[in-house]
């Protein structure tokens, strides 16, 4: 972890801290005044507000990784393959092929698949227009889970192909809370059970960390197409950073079909 990474999660501990004591004299506050109609779900909200703020502060320090953007750039063009072997959600002969670069413990990833995600699965790549392959990019201040959850769905894909990953990567965004604590390596084997793979093969394989090279090229080849912070993606060699909004791929991906 670099020294700007370091201060950076110093700087967020201590912002976290101030907000935690705002919190806490608000309450104490409104509790002395006597004042019975302060809610539960306005101290809820509250809690919140705080977690997001947290969350904003922490991607800023760290180059603003996967910050969605106010407005959206002109997607940057991209030469090369970065196909690899990874997996694949759709139709392998689908004229729009979308990469997507993300961390499990990223709560802009798990933003990005729990809203704009679904959008472009139904209309897309369920219509067979767009292909998804998606590759890992564990950050490092979420390591050593981001890795661990990255190589876990490798080794279900191991047994059960790319439909059993897919179904295994979409278990680790529902379970995990993100932002490298967000759930225990214990969950994976329960995980494995869900998606009905072998759970001996397959803790062999995660223990034995089988598939951290394929995680380190993913990041290796993200890194020379200009990732850098997650999520991000190519769609058909243009890039696009950040969880942007499901119009902001819409607009792509339209544009790629109409060619």
Not at 51 to 68: D, H, L, M
Not at 82 to 107: H, K, M, Q, R
Request: overall charge negative.
């Amino acid at each position: 972890m670099t020294s700007s990474t370091n201060n950076g999660l110093r700087g967020a501990i201590i912002f976290a801290s101030i907000m935690v004591t705002i919190a806490l004299l608000f309450n104490g506050f409104a509790y002395l005044q006597g004042n019975s109609s302060l809610e539960i779900s306005e101290s809820d909200d509250l809690q919140e507000q705080i977690k997001a703020g947290i969350e904003t502060y922490i991607q800023k320090q760290q180059g603003n990784a996967g910050a969605p953007q106010a407005e959206a750039n002109e997607p940057t063009i991209v030469e090369g393959d970065f196909t690899d072997d990874d997996a694949v959600l759709g139709d392998e002969n689908a004229p729009v092929t979308l990469i997507e670069w993300s961390d499990y413990e990223c709560p802009f990833c798990k933003r990005h698949f729990t809203q704009t995600f679904p959008q472009i699965k139904e209309k897309y790549i369920d219509s067979g227009k767009v292909k998804m392959i998606f590759r890992d990019f564990p950050l490092s201040f979420h390591d050593p889970l981001a890795t661990q959850e990255a190589i876990a769905a490798e080794c279900a894909r191991e047994q059960g192909g790319d439909e059993t990953y897919f179904a295994y990567h979409d278990l680790i965004f529902k379970t995990t809370t993100s932002n490298g604590s967000g759930m225990q390596k214990d969950q994976f084997y329960e995980l494995a059970d869900k998606v009905g793979i072998n759970k001996a093969k397959f803790t062999e394989c995660l223990d034995s960390e089988k598939y951290k090279d394929e995680v380190q090229k993913d990041i290796a080849d993200g890194g020379k197409a200009g990732v850098s912070g997650t999520p991000a993606f190519l769609i058909n060699g243009q890039f696009i950073s950040g969880a942007q909004p499901f119009s902001v791929f819409e607009q792509v991906i339209e544009a790629e079909l109409n060619k």
